[in-house]
């Protein structure tokens, strides 16, 4: 192991580390000094200050637990402008998605998304970045997993079988049961399948650090975002979450080493032999003389457990309570599984999922009312100017109004009525209309590898904003461009639960392909309600993030005969 490894592993304060805490600190006093001149200028000179952005003015205290209702809120209020809020992370510019098309597009010098997780992250500290080599597991996604989950959905569910048998209750009659643990490990379970394989997928240990590596570095997180940055340096030393990080990527990488040196070993594998899972394809990527860094893999195979399992297995349990609660749409989405799977070889083919549309429509709508609060967590790094006037000096720190977006009843009719075919219908009068109208919007600038991930430029109408919300729905919704737009995968400015751009999520492919599986096998097995009289259970609402309850039972009985 060469110098620098060595470097990378070591973890403990080194002189080195405590003289650059030091110079921090020194630099701490200049830039206190620095700012108090700042500040001065900027109250004799508050006139002439930059342009007028509009502010959300609630406690900065109020954001912890309210940014669902605030974020709806202010949408409420400013809905088509840009306008900023103080949130419990700091002082954030909200983009509406009429301004959203403009930045999307915008390369990472200019608007940064790496910058702005890795701020969010605290990255310094709890090295949860991928650094040099997140654009490999980007691409690797994109490529790979995808296409490989496809052509394992029969090893996969006989996966999934094993994990019901083990982990889930017979329910010969109704059965209480909580959801929300067991699908953290159903989908731990079967993302591990495609990432590590089999031998490791199956290990507790694996699925211990795999599963837990998020939720510890979370908490880091939220800690250290306690303390003002220039006390993080020291601070750090107080969160022992910090050293748990640290334990389990030395344990991932214990896990790993064997298993890559075997391979690394066998020189005269030929290709058609190799493993097929992220392990190997991570392995082939990489340069020669970082083949043999465990480090590497171990943190990108934590990374990817990071930023999939919770995210997948969150979106599953709230398509359960949703399930639960509209009785009607089992019954719908079962029919339709029952066609899709009939045949005897329907598991083995690899279209067979994307067979399952009116699911496709559910889950979507499931993830409209349940998803995250904001979205396109990005930082300005050079000047911009939009089209309305804004100017976004660098520094600036961007979200967009997930939450309010979704309930703008422009965009979705009814916003507050679940609806499982929505989606669905949409696709249906796409399919059955006429062909893209010559004068629909001509989309904005779109980097040419963005439209073979489905994305649609949707440009809501200006005209939108001032017309009545009484006018027909049809006029009032951005124009559609094509039918992929609908899809649960497919990425919008008024659909951006999977955010938007070059960094939108390259797992929501494998997402859908292992929620469909997961819905499917469940529906064709097991009835589902909720107790008599109980409402859906309320989620859980923390800074911005939002997670379906983890304790709520659901009912489950299984099926006679299919
Ligand atoms: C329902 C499940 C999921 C949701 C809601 C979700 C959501 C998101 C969102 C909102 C982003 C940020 C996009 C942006 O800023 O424009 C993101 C990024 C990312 N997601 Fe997902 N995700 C899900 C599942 C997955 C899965 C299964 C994987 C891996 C197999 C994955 C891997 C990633 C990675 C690597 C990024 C960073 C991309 C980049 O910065 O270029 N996600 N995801
Ligand atoms: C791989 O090869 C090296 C030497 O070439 C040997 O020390 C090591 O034990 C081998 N590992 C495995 C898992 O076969
Ligand atoms: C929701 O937003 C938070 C804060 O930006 C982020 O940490 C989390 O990963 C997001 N979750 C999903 C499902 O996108
Ligand atoms: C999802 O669930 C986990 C617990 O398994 C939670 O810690 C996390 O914050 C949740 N939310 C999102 C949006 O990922």
């Known amino acids: 192991m060469d110098a620098f490894h060595i470097q990378t592993l070591n973890f403990t304060p080194t002189a080195n580390d405590i003289s650059h805490q030091i110079q921090t600190n020194s630099r701490f006093i200049y830039y206190a000094a620095l700012s108090t001149i700042a500040i001065c200028v900027w109250l004799f000179q508050s006139p002439k200050r930059a342009p007028h952005v509009l502010a959300y003015e609630v406690p900065r205290r109020k954001w912890m637990f309210n940014a669902d209702t605030l974020v709806k809120d202010s949408y409420g209020k400013f809905r088509d402008s840009v306008y900023q809020i103080r949130s419990t992370e700091g002082v954030r510019t909200i983009i509406p998605p009429t301004l959203v098309g403009e930045l999307k597009g915008l390369p990472e010098d200019t608007l940064s998304a790496k910058t702005a997780v890795s701020e969010a992250m605290l990255s310094e500290y709890t090295h949860l970045s991928a650094d040099a080599h997140s654009d490999i597991l980007t691409l690797l996604l994109k490529t790979k997993a995808t296409h490989n989950l496809q052509r394992m959905i029969s090893v996969l569910r006989e996966e999934f079988k094993f994990i019901l ?107 058609s032999d190799k493993p097929d899972d992220f392990i190997q394809w991570l392995s082939d990527a990489l340069p020669d003389e970082e083949k043999r860094n465990y480090f590497i893999q171990a943190k990108m195979q934590l990374l990817l457990s990071a930023s999939s399992i919770h995210t997948t297995s969150n979106l599953t349990t709230d398509c359960i309570y949703d399930l639960a609660v509209h009785q009607e749409m089992q019954d719908i989405l079962r029919e339709e599984a029952m066609e899709v799977f009939a045949e005897e070889d329907a598991w083995e083919r690899r279209d067979s999922i994307a067979k399952l549309k009116k699911m496709d429509s559910f889950i979507k709508e499931s993830q409209r ?67 893209i109208r010559p004068s629909s919007p001509t989309p904005l600038t779109r980097s040419p590898s963005s439209s073979t991930y489905l994305e649609t430029t949707t440009t809501p109408s200006k005209s939108a904003t001032t017309s009545s919300p009484s006018s027909p729905a049809s006029s009032q919704s951005p124009t559609p461009l094509d039918s992929s737009k609908y899809q649960f995968t497919s990425i919008g400015d008024t659909n951006q639960n999977f955010g938007l751009g070059k960094h939108a999520c390259p797992g929501r492919f494998f997402a859908a392909q292992e929620i469909k599986l997961i819905l499917s096998h469940l529906l064709l097995n097991y009835d589902i309600k909720l107790r008599d009289g109980e409402a859906r259970p309320k989620p859980l609402v923390f800074m911005m993030t939002k997670s379906p309850s983890q304790t709520a039972e659901v009912l489950f009985r299984r099926r006679k005969a299919i």
């Open 165 to 271: 048998a083990a982990e889930f209750p017979t329910c010969e009659d109704w059965t209480p049961f909580r959801v929300q643990p067991f699908m953290v490990r159903a989908v731990s379970r079967l993302s591990g399948r495609a990432f590590v394989g089999s031998s490791l997928s199956r290990s507790e240990e694996w699925m211990g650090v795999s599963v837990n590596f998020a939720i510890t570095a979370f908490i880091a997180v939220t800690k250290l975002q306690f303390f003002p940055p220039w006390m993080r340096p020291v601070a750090q030393y107080l969160v022992s979450e910090l050293r748990t990080i640290r334990k389990d990527l030395a344990k991932a990488q214990a896990l790993l080493e064997p298993l890559i040196e075997e391979r690394l070993n066998q020189t005269d594998m030929s290709d």
């Open 369 to 435: 009312l349940s998803g995250n609060i904001t979205s396109f967590i990005r930082k300005v790094m050079k000047p911009i100017d939009l089209s309305d006037g804004t100017h976004l000096p660098s520094g600036t720190s961007l979200l967009t109004p997930l939450a309010g977006i979704s309930f703008d009843e422009r965009y979705f009719p009814d916003p507050e009525v679940f609806d499982g075919l929505r989606f669905w219908k949409l696709r249906q009068q796409r399919q059955s209309s006429s062909p």
